[in-house]
């Protein structure tokens, strides 16, 4: 009995550390990220992958200071907005659709949005975003690289195409 | 002594710098497009950083019957992204080179079913592969035989 009853207090502690534990505060941070991804051509009908090295400055997308990548409890993603350049005089009508992928040294591609099909003559688009995805591992290593494949839907045979990439996020941060 | 510690330091050098190399267009000869058996795809292999991925990029039917467009990737287990294209789906991702002959690490999908499997490539000639994708461990798994794609030799004028 006297087990017993000790077993149940044990239970019971561990049930309310567990629970304080889950209970431990958090804060959430909607941040603007913005990169800028290049190819060098000649681009083919059909897929073409642009690319970005992103490192992530955590003082220059948050605003503020003191927190570490390790601080990063989750990070989804609200809206997410590609832009192609002036410069490139291209609109977005060139391509029948658009993918974009999230990789890092230690985690795998992950692919995070879409747009099939794209049917607008601006020169910006908005993708749907995976509701799924939760893009903390890439940002608690602190390094990830973006690819955004461009369907094109002919040859195109310029020597370089860049697409300016907005990613408005929810990044969940462990209270300081 | 100091000429000679340097002489031998700038050898060890080119020696790494050749090996890596080496290694590096072993681990390439990855790269170039291959035909499962089944023969209703064709799959790009290109490299991103120091992985090996591949997008299929010919559908030997590229319209889907039920909605007379282009095939999109239906069974996606993120519905939000089911709009996604097959042709230019990356099927194979993540692989890297780890021993002689084979990329690991990896990733395979099989659009058929949604489903993502651990996989393993071998090279059993250079232009055959093994793939195996499996559950878990490698044993319970299933092996598939991919060719390389050869260009069709030049005509002569």
């Known amino acids: 009995m006297k087990h017993l009853t000790k077993f149940r207090n044990c239970s019971l502690l561990i049930i309310l550390s567990l629970l304080l534990f889950s209970c431990a505060s958090t804060t959430v941070e909607k941040v603007d990220l913005e990169t800028t991804l290049t190819a060098n051509g000649p681009f083919f009908e059909g897929p073409n992958s642009l690319m970005a090295d992103y490192k992530l400055d955590m003082q220059d997308l948050l605003q503020k200071e003191g927190y570490k990548p390790q601080d990063i409890k989750s990070v989804s993603i609200n809206v997410i907005t590609v832009s192609l350049l002036e410069s490139d005089s291209l609109s977005a009508d060139a391509f029948s659709s658009a993918a974009l992928s999230i990789v890092s040294s230690n985690e795998g591609m992950t692919s995070i949005a879409n747009l099939n099909p794209i049917e607008t003559t601006s020169s910006q688009i908005t993708l749907t975003t995976s509701d799924e995805a939760d893009l903390a591992p890439f940002f608690k290593e602190g390094q990830f690289t973006l690819v955004l494949d461009w369907n094109f839907n002919e040859d195109d045979y310029r020597n370089e195409l860049s697409s300016k990439i907005k990613m408005n996020l929810n990044v969940e941060l462990k209270s300081k | ?157």
């Open chain 2, 1 to 157: 002594m100091k000429r000679i510690a340097s002489l031998l330091i700038v050898v060890f050098m080119g020696l790494g710098a050749m090996s890596v190399s080496a290694q590096n267009a072993e681990a390439d000869r990855l790269i170039g497009v291959w035909e499962p058996s089944h023969g209703k795809a064709k799959i790009k292999i290109d490299k991103i950083g120091e992985k090996y991925y591949g997008r299929i990029v010919w559908l030997r039917d590229p319209i889907d019957p039920e909605t007379q467009k282009p095939k999109v990737d239906k069974n996606n287990p993120d519905e939000k992204l089911r709009s996604t294209p097959l042709r230019g789906y990356r099927i194979l991702k993540d692989f890297e080179y780890t021993a002689k002959d084979e990329w690991t690490e990896g990733t395979i999908y099989d659009p058929e079913n949604g489903n993502t499997y651990s996989c393993i490539i071998k090279m059993s000639d250079e232009n055959t592969l093994d793939i195996r994708g499996y559950i878990g461990v490698s044993a319970l798994g299933r092996t598939d035989v991919w060719k390389r794609l050869k260009m069709p030799p030049k005509k002569k004028k």
